[in-house]
């Protein structure tokens, strides 16, 4: 199965101190080793992939971005043979989203066609491999473009996550229909790098935690010898950021998100759970 980590974080200077702290809490790979490995990040105006060959070492110091970003999400799994490694990476972009899937399409074979028949042209076109997470993307961000909302900067948390439900619960329906007798497992996560939602269709579990500042960052050097007058102590103080993530090894101090809900998140840095629409 593979592993999500995505987060939004109020200064963009400290994003990765804030995930530093997660050591010991997160895992970074499930039962079986990966071999496609994603993270994408933010850079101003900038979208940013970097990808991780087979066997790279999965840590926390090493996945995360050196540069300021607002909002992260990382993608671990293992692809089956067959499949090409450099199309079927997640998280997928496109223009200033990032999307990544965890869970299953249960007959997505017999659905694939329609599926990609009900999204617009030039949609179409974007999605380069076999996978139903790459057709995923292609659903939400048809929804998208419905309202007009692709590249919204002023995009509502609620509204991303409202359509990233629908996109889980159309295909989970479509995958019914179809006489499809296993449900399928859908968590779904997409940033814009101003908001974040993450939805979780299924049993496959999916958690947060809103952290809060700290007076502590080995990285930077700030610990209870600081002073008061150094704006890095405020800074740190002063951070917010919300975390989703798959797998953990202490589970202590996350909300599991339950089955039918969204989680969103805006700049206010408030963590809200929709229900199922």
Known sequence: ?????????????????????????????????????GVGSYAQEEVLLRRFPAGAELSLPRVLPDIESEA??????????????EENTQPFRARHWLFAHQGRVEGFERLRASLLA?????????????????????????HLRALGRTDDPR??????????????????KASAEAGVARASNLNLLATNGAVLAATRLGELPLYYMRMEGSAACEACGVDARTSDLQPTLGAHRRQRTVVVASHL???????????????VVGSDLQARALSAP
């Open 118 to 142: 009900g999204l617009p042209e030039h949609l179409q076109r974007q999605v380069r491999g076999p996978t139903d997470s790459e057709v995923l993307f292609g659903v939400f961000l048809k």
């Open 1 to 37: 199965m593979s592993v999500v980590l995505a987060a939004l974080t109020s200064d963009p200077n400290l994003l990765r101190c804030e995930l530093l702290r997660l050591g010991g809490q997160v895992r970074l790979q499930g039962d079986a080793t990966p071999n496609v490995v």
């Open 155 to 172: 995009l509502e948390p609620e509204v991303a996550g409202q359509l990233l439900a629908r996109t889980a619960l159309e295909v989970a």
């Open 72 to 85: 992260l999400l990382f993608h671990a799994q293992r692809l089956p043979m067959g499949l090409a490694h």
């Open 249 to 263: 090894a202490r589970p202590a101090s996350w909300v599991e998100l339950p089955s039918g809900a969204t989680l």
